[in-house]
T-cell receptor
């Protein structure tokens, strides 16, 4: 059984560009959540996907969007990158949207210059 | 508005002694609490959780205590080991359509050999 994997592990982008981050959920998990962790802060909830539908969203602008695929893997897309988007982006998967424990990937470190 | 607070940014403990990490919350709707441990360059690892219907949950060296009236929880690690040195995040969630986590800012634990 594989855990949650994210790609890439590190990424450098220029302000104004677009980025796509990817996440493969743990085997058997149909729910994926994305979090942003800025330096010195705790992770902040971006949104959750359950069976390919968005199932809740945090306080992030619409330029943060996502997708979940039939195999339950997921993408996080960020348009018009800003310097403040520099952060660690974490993906977490859970067995279902009512499962209280989620398991995190290692994260993607995004740097916007 | 920080709904989950970890007021101690860091803690140093001697190997073999007890480590106590604290967390306060403000939202009375929170009914499930989790502790995650995070090493550098890795994603958060689930450690232990507690439902609001309990006041204590134990798993090996780790025990979480919940005081609902004080809106306070704590994680006890006994005995502390050098491998426990990491950043510990407290997280809370409320029963809703989206079981998102609200995280504290973390406490860096250093266990001295």
């Amino acid at each position: 059984e594989t855990g949650v994997t994210q790609s890439p592990t590190h990424l450098i982008k220029t302000r104004g560009q677009q980025v796509t981050l990817r996440c493969s959920s743990q085997s058997g998990h149909n729910t994926v959540s994305w979090y942003q962790q800025a330096l010195g802060q705790g992770p902040q909830f971006i949104f959750q996907y359950y069976r390919e539908e968005e199932n809740g969203r945090g306080n992030f602008p619409p330029r943060f969007s996502g997708l979940q695929f039939p195999n339950y893997s997921s993408e996080l897309n960020v348009n018009a990158l800003e310097l403040d988007d520099s952060a660690l982006y974490l993906c977490a998967s859970s067995l279902s949207h009512v499962q209280r424990e989620a398991f995190f990937g290692q994260g993607t470190r995004l740097t916007v210059v | 508005d920080q709904q989950v607070k970890q007021n101690s940014p860091s803690l140093s403990v001697q190997e073999g002694r007890i480590s106590i990490l604290n967390c306060d919350y403000t939202n009375s709707m929170f009914d499930y609490f989790l502790w995650y441990k995070k090493y550098p360059a890795e994603g958060p690892t689930f450690l232990i959780s507690i439902s609001s219907i309990k006041d204590k949950n134990e798993d090996g060296r780790f025990t979480v205590f919940l005081n609902k009236s004080a809106k306070h929880l704590s994680l006890h690690i006994v005995p502390s080991q050098p491998g426990d040195s990491a950043v510990y995040f407290c997280a809370a969630s409320a029963t809703s359509g989206t079981y998102k986590y609200i995280f504290g800012t973390g406490t860096r634990l250093k266990v001295l050999a």
